[in-house]
């Protein structure tokens, strides 16, 4: 968070937020928005449904805020704030509290897309942060989609300068072969993964760490993947809703856009690493 802060220093920005059903979490939001230092001359857009308007309006009004906040009220606001990034009516877009399913399917039909890939930067409670995928249940399923989704990954960390050690994770120990069809597959792609890597970058260090995600952490590995979606959203929950840790937002790889994902039930931390993250990236397309 270091690297992104010090990036979005100083940089007008219009940043789109939205935020759905939950009104805890659209408080939070507004929380974290009053909390927000005006140095980066922030501009925040919060995309809001019909039925939610008047109560965050009236929170609005009544507090002081360090930054401008314009409020779009629509229908349908994961397809209002996603069709005003396709418009560069705004710079970039974080997904809030908005309907994870909701949101998915109008990126895919605004952006022409058919798979998203997200990497989330996350904090252990000792203070160690690390990029981490999948967080998605439906995410990272067969060998050639980890590939894809690693290589996203890599030109990510290219992008923002930061030389990657990757850890690759698998459902057992490689002494569990033989106790479970599903363990020995996970060990098999996991081994094919890293030889793969190894193979195309010299430079690139990169560790089969079995099941062992304290070994990843202890070797100080910058870019961690699960054995799969499922396993990875039970990580990211089990750290940051139970372990003491903290989620600073989530990255969509592969877009021409702006787009950082956040838990509909993250706190205000996230929030704001979301909106550094999204300000950084749009200093380093700019």
Same mark, same amino acid.
Request: aromatic residues 10%; glycine residues 6%.
């Given at each position: 968070?270091?690297?992104?802060?010090s990036k979005?220093?100083?940089r007008?920005?219009k940043?789109?937020?939205g935020?759905?059903?939950?009104?805890?979490?659209?408080?939070?939001?507004?929380?974290?928005?009053?909390?927000?230092?005006?140095?980066?001359?922030t501009?925040i857009?919060?995309?809001?449904g019909?039925?939610?308007f008047n109560?965050i309006s009236?929170?609005?009004?009544?507090?002081?805020?360090?930054?401008i906040v314009?409020?779009?009220?629509s229908?349908i606001?994961?397809?209002?704030?996603?069709?005003?990034?396709k !418009?560069d009516l =705004?710079?970039?877009a #974080?997904r809030?509290?908005? %309907?994870?399913n909701?949101?998915? *399917?109008?990126m895919?039909n605004?952006?022409?897309?058919?798979?998203?890939?997200?990497?989330?930067?996350?904090e252990?409670?000792n203070?160690?942060q690390?990029?981490f995928a999948?967080?998605g249940?439906?995410?990272?399923?067969?060998?050639?989609?980890?590939?894809?989704?690693?290589?996203s990954a890599?030109?990510?960390?290219?992008?923002?300068?930061?030389?990657?050690?990757?850890?690759v994770l698998s459902?057992g120990?490689k002494?569990?072969?033989g106790?479970?069809?599903?363990?020995?597959?996970t060990?098999?792609?996991?081994?094919?993964?890293?030889a793969?890597?190894k193979?195309?970058?010299?430079?690139?260090?990169?560790?089969?760490? !079995?099941?062992? =995600?304290e070994?990843? #952490?202890?070797?100080?590995? %910058?870019?961690i993947?699960?054995p *799969?979606?499922i396993s990875g959203?039970?990580?990211?929950?089990?750290?940051?809703h139970?372990?003491g840790?903290?989620?600073?937002g989530a990255?969509?790889?592969g877009?021409?856009?702006i787009?950082?994902?956040t838990?509909?039930?993250?706190?205000?931390s996230?929030?704001?690493?979301?909106?550094?993250?999204a300000i950084?990236?749009?200093?380093n397309h700019?």
């Amino acid at each position: 968070m270091e690297y992104f802060s010090s990036k979005a220093l100083n940089r007008k920005t219009k940043i789109g937020i939205g935020l759905g059903k939950s009104r805890d979490q659209n408080l939070k939001i507004i929380s974290a928005l009053k909390n927000f230092q005006n140095e980066h001359e922030t501009i925040i857009y919060l995309f809001i449904g019909n039925e939610e308007f008047n109560e965050i309006s009236q929170n609005i009004e009544r507090d002081q805020f360090k930054t401008i906040v314009h409020l779009i009220k629509s229908d349908i606001p994961e397809y209002e704030m996603l069709k005003h990034l396709k !418009e560069d009516l =705004i710079d970039a877009a #974080i997904r809030g509290s908005l %309907n994870s399913n909701k949101f998915l *399917d109008n990126m895919k039909n605004l952006f022409k897309i058919t798979k998203l890939n997200r990497l989330a930067l996350l904090e252990t409670f000792n203070g160690y942060q690390f990029f981490f995928a999948p967080v998605g249940i439906d995410e990272y399923r067969d060998y050639q989609s980890k590939i894809d989704f690693i290589e996203s990954a890599l030109k990510f960390f290219d992008f923002i300068g930061i030389h990657p050690k990757i850890s690759v994770l698998s459902g057992g120990r490689k002494d569990d072969r033989g106790r479970d069809d599903i363990v020995d597959k996970t060990l098999e792609i996991s081994e094919r993964i890293v030889a793969f890597f190894k193979n195309k970058y010299s430079t690139i260090q990169v560790f089969n760490d !079995e099941i062992l =995600i304290e070994k990843a #952490i202890e070797n100080k590995s %910058n870019l961690i993947f699960a054995p *799969d979606g499922i396993s990875g959203n039970l990580i990211y929950r089990t750290l940051v809703h139970l372990g003491g840790g903290k989620a600073h937002g989530a990255v969509y790889l592969g877009l021409e856009k702006i787009v950082i994902d956040t838990s509909r039930v993250g706190n205000v931390s996230e929030i704001k690493g979301a909106i550094k993250i999204a300000i950084s990236l749009f200093s380093n397309h700019n």
